[in-house]
C-alpha cells in the first residue's frame, strides 16, 4: 500500500525565515510526485511534478528535490502570502495519487 | 478558460435527504475524480472515471454513486445523506496521454457540505 507522510504538520515562520518541508513515502514503483498548495477554503493548486530521483524543480521562491524515500520543499526568504498548506501526493504505475495529510505554513510578516 | 467548477459551493442537507453534486471541467480532460477533504484526514478519493461513461470505486465509496454521461461533467450523488458524510468534497480532473504518463491533477473551488 502507498503511504506519504508530511512532515511536520504545522510550521510557523518570520517573513524571510527560509525551512523546508518533508514528504516521506512508500510507493511500488513512482511515477510521480506531485506538490500542491492549498488555501483556506480553496482547491488545491498545482506546483511540481518529479518524476526521478535527483531531479529539482524551482518556482519563485519555491524549490522541490527528490530523492528515493523523500522529498523536500525548500522555501527561500518566505513571505506572507506563501502561507498555506502544502499537499505532497504520489502516483504509482496505472494507480490514482496518494495524497499526504499536508503541512500548514504560517509566514508571520 | 473557467477549468474545473463545481456546483454548489455550500450546502446544507438534513440525515436521510438527497443530493447531487455537479464537477464541471472545459480542458477536453479524459479522466475526473471525486474526493472528500476532513480534518486531520487528508484527500481521500471517493470515485473516479477513466473517460466518459466509466466510473471506478476509490478508497471511501460507501454512501456515494457518480456518473459520466459527458465527457465534461462528473456527478457525484449522495442517495440518504448522514452525518458522516460532512466534509469538503473536491472534484479534479486530469489528462493522461501516453500509457506511461503521470497524472497532474486540476481541483476544482470545493464544495463544502454540511449534514445535520
Known amino acids: 500500500e502507498d503511504q506519504v507522510t508530511q512532515s511536520p504538520e504545522a510550521l510557523r515562520l518570520q517573513e524571510g525565515e527560509s525551512s523546508s518541508l518533508n514528504c516521506s513515502y512508500t510507493v511500488s514503483g513512482l511515477r510521480g510526485l506531485f506538490w500542491y498548495r492549498q488555501d483556506p477554503g480553496k482547491g488545491p493548486e498545482f506546483l511540481f511534478t518529479l518524476y526521478s530521483a535527483g531531479e529539482e524543480k524551482e518556482k519563485e521562491r519555491l524549490k522541490a528535490t527528490l530523492t528515493k524515500k523523500e522529498s523536500f520543499l525548500h522555501i527561500t526568504a518566505p513571505k506572507p502570502e506563501d502561507s498555506a498548506t502544502y499537499l505532497c501526493a504520489v502516483q504509482a504505475p496505472y494507480s490514482t495519487l496518494t495524497f499526504g495529510k499536508g503541512t500548514m505554513l504560517l509566514v508571520s510578516p | 478558460n473557467a477549468g474545473v467548477t463545481q456546483t454548489p459551493k455550500f450546502r446544507v442537507l438534513k440525515t436521510g435527504q438527497s443530493m447531487t453534486l455537479l464537477c464541471a471541467q472545459d480542458m477536453n480532460h479524459e479522466y475526473m475524480y471525486w474526493y472528500r477533504q476532513d480534518p486531520g484526514m487528508g484527500l481521500r478519493l471517493i470515485h473516479y472515471?477513466?473517460?466518459?461513461?466509466?466510473?471506478a470505486k476509490g478508497e471511501v465509496p460507501d454512501g456515494y454513486n457518480v456518473s459520466r454521461l459527458k465527457k465534461q461533467n462528473f456527478l457525484l450523488g449522495l442517495e440518504s445523506a448522514a452525518p458522516s458524510q460532512t466534509s469538503v468534497y473536491f472534484c479534479?480532473?486530469?489528462?493522461?496521454?501516453?500509457?506511461?504518463?503521470?497524472?497532474?491533477?486540476?481541483f476544482g473551488p470545493g464544495t463544502r457540505l454540511t449534514v445535520l
Open positions: 479534479a480532473s486530469s489528462y493522461v496521454g501516453e500509457i506511461s504518463s503521470t497524472d497532474t491533477q486540476y
Open positions: 472515471s477513466v473517460g466518459e461513461g466509466t466510473t
